[in-house]
Nanobody, 120 residues
Framework: VQLQASGGGLVQPGSSLRLSCAGSGRTFSSSAVGWFRQAPGKEREFVAA???????FYSNSVKGRFTISRDNAKNTVYLEMNSLKPEDTAVYYCAAGGYATVHSNTYDYWGQGTLVTVSS
């Protein structure tokens, strides 16, 4: 499985942004996919994850603002981010694996990351 994350950019606080994670390989549609982020000087942290079935869960810091979804026909997972805050600034990574968890070391495949900057 190969992953390509895209959609990052510079936005103002309160804005919205949608990230995409395009996957290749015939097992992507049956894989769990997670989004993680890493801010400068901080450790990578869990953001959201979606199972192959479509069920999902979120970190408390983004719950109610971010929505993860998948389109298996397009082999793509999305992260819709609303009401963005400066503390959401980070490099966002998507990852795929057999199980949807909050732990980065349980994912087998990683995308290259896309930078999101929230600033006025």
């Amino acid at each position: 499985v190969q992953l390509q994350a895209s959609g990052g950019g510079l936005v103002q606080p309160g804005s919205s942004l949608r990230l995409s994670c395009a996957g290749s390989g015939r097992t992507f549609s049956s894989s769990a996919v997670g989004w993680f982020r890493q801010a400068p000087g901080k450790e990578r942290e869990f953001v959201a994850a979606i199972r192959w079935s479509g069920s999902s869960f979120y970190s408390n810091s983004v719950k109610g603002r971010f929505t993860i979804s998948r389109d298996n026909a397009k082999n793509t997972v999305y992260l819709e981010m609303n009401s963005l805050k400066p503390e959401d600034t980070a490099v966002y990574y998507c990852a795929a694996g057999g199980y949807a968890t909050v732990h980065s070391n349980t994912y087998d495949y990683w995308g290259q990351g896309t930078l999101v900057t929230v600033s006025s």
